[in-house]
């Protein structure tokens, strides 16, 4: 009786417990202390709310205040030397090995829980029991799980205990800023690691969320699924939240040919996706065209073109900024649209507190791209115009 516990399960009754609970504890992180506490993108049942601190408290040892003040600090100094866990700063074999012991040094950085650390609980039971022992918490679910599954429940509470520090710190943290695909040029390295958030709740889609930290929903593709959301609208559904932020959508209407500010707006609220369909509808095509007519002793320097033109300029080495200009010098086409990508992203990087002034460099850019005798530039630059806030006019 001792060695099998109280419920006595078979191996695969014991795998099924096992992934269950571990997948509580990605829910809780998830849709908790990221989207909620760290980002406020949703609203959550005060019930609920204890519910995930006190599991959260059984199974990971974390604090609400410290895992929050530390992921925003990510945000705010996102690849820089302050960057609690970059891979691009740190290493991704650090982070990947690390990531614990990464996150446990900056929680006891107290500046960090001072700037980064505001809102979170400050009750009674936090500063009594939950900050005082975080321990405590562990130490019960090992007995817990000892006294539910027998001997195995050592192996069962160990599974626990690595689940978030292996997935989270490790792979979100490590591969997600390093592998992957990317459908955003985000001024980070994030990436997606999958286009199917379910292992780790939705965190898998690391540039989406990158590209819009306070939305609730990280998935954007129609093709991908956020596990996390998917418990967001059950959560949503029995009244337990509600959804405060999700990324724009990008409203365009057919035959919309004039800019007013309403376009301007609606260009820079959807920048991100803008660029998106600059790489699809300028770039790809235009690379395929150019690539076709490249001499074979030069075709070698188009490898990845359309990657490395459209990337983020921040991001590139230096030998993908030679290989750039390479391909430029051969291709006056492709020198025009890579001028033109950087020109569109600077007008709203020095425009967008002056909705008047966007206005007006968006009017020019588009003048420029309609005189530039690129067909695909042209049509690109008639697009922009319908782009709207709203679905349609009133």
Request: overall charge positive.
């Amino acid at each position: 009786m001792w060695n099998n516990g109280l419920l006595d399960l078979s191996v695969w009754q014991l795998v099924a417990v096992t992934l269950a609970m571990t997948h509580v504890t990605i829910v809780g992180v998830t849709v908790y202390l990221h989207r909620y506490s760290a980002h406020r993108s949703l609203e959550l049942n005060a019930g609920l709310k204890h519910f995930f601190r006190f599991w959260l408290w059984l199974t990971t040892a974390q604090n609400t205040r410290e895992w929050t003040a530390i992921h925003r600090k990510h945000h705010a100094k996102c690849e820089t030397v302050d960057d609690p866990h970059s891979p691009v700063i740190k290493g991704l074999s650090t982070v990947l090995r690390k990531g614990a012991e990464l996150y446990r040094a900056e929680a006891e950085n107290p500046e960090t829980l001072r700037i980064y650390g505001k809102n979170c609980p400050e009750d009674w039971i936090e500063r009594n029991l939950y900050s005082r022992y975080p321990l405590l918490g562990v130490a019960i679910m090992g007995v817990i799980d000892l006294a539910l599954f027998g001997v195995i429940g050592i192996t069962v509470w160990a599974i626990q205990m690595m689940w978030i520090p292996v997935w989270a710190a490790g792979v979100v943290n490590g591969l997600g800023h390093a592998v992957g695909y990317r459908n955003f040029e985000c001024r980070d390295a994030a990436t997606n690691l999958v286009p199917w958030g379910i292992l780790i709740g939705g965190e898998e889609l690391h540039n989406n969320h990158h590209t819009y930290p306070n939305s609730a929903k990280l998935s954007v593709k129609r093709w991908e699924f956020d596990m996390g959301w998917a418990w967001i609208k059950v959560f949503s559904w029995l009244r337990l939240a509600k959804v405060q932020r999700v990324a724009p959508i990008a409203h365009r209407v057919e035959g919309k040919g004039h800019l007013d500010m309403d376009t301007a707006m609606a260009i820079l609220n959807n920048r991100f996706q803008i660029m998106a369909q600059y790489r699809k509808l300028v770039i790809a095509p235009l690379v395929a065209q150019e690539l076709a007519k490249a001499d074979a002793s030069v075709r070698h320097q188009f490898r990845r073109a359309k990657r490395l033109l459209s990337r983020e300029p921040s991001l590139l080495e230096d030998k993908h900024q030679a290989r750039i200009q390479t391909m430029l010098e051969h291709s006056q086409a492709l020198k025009v649209i890579y001028e033109k990508r950087l020109a569109l992203q600077q007008i709203w990087a020095k425009t967008s507190s002056n909705g008047h002034d966007m206005l007006a460099a968006i009017k020019e850019w588009i003048h420029e791209a309609e005189a530039s005798g690129i067909q695909s530039l042209r049509d690109f630059a008639d697009q922009l115009k319908t782009y709207s806030l709203r679905p349609h006019h009133a």
